[in-house]
């Protein structure tokens, strides 16, 4: 079971962590929402609880909950810029599908 970072990724949790002053590394889940079934949900760790699993990658510590991780085992985060837009992006292998906006899937 894993979860992994592209570089662009952990550059900017990194530097958001460092910016912010606090924070153990990034938190990563699923939530049931949208009109594929589950979407993404990231946060910054700021504690951890005894249901998160913790991941390292490319010295970022990846937090998730034990609910999440049969949803998203063997995601790999990205980070991407578009114009003025930029967001995480997700590929994850256990999904099937994404919605039109893209922001849901379904395993």
């Given amino acids: ?5 592209t570089d662009s990724a952990a550059d900017r ?8 002053g606090q924070g153990l590394g990034l938190r990563l889940g699923v939530r049931k929402t949208g009109c594929s079934g589950f979407a ?3 946060n910054f760790a700021d504690d951890t609880t ?3 699993i913790v991941f390292e990658d490319r010295g970022v510590k ?14 790999e985060v990205d980070f991407v810029k578009q114009g003025l837009n930029e ?8 999904s099937k599908g ?4 893209g922001e849901s899937f379904n395993v």
């Avoid at 949790?13 to 912010?20: A, E, G, K, T």
């Fill in 13 to 20: 949790v990194r530097n958001f962590l460092l910016s912010r």
């Fill in 50 to 52: 005894p249901a998160d």
């Fill in 87 to 94: 967001a995480f992006k997700f590929r994850n292998p256990k």
């Fill in 40 to 42: 993404y949900v990231v």
């Fill in 1 to 5: 079971m894993a979860i992994s970072l």
């Fill in 62 to 75: 990846v937090f998730v909950d034990r609910d999440s991780l049969p949803l998203i085992d063997g995601t």
């Fill in 98 to 101: 994404e919605c039109g906006c």
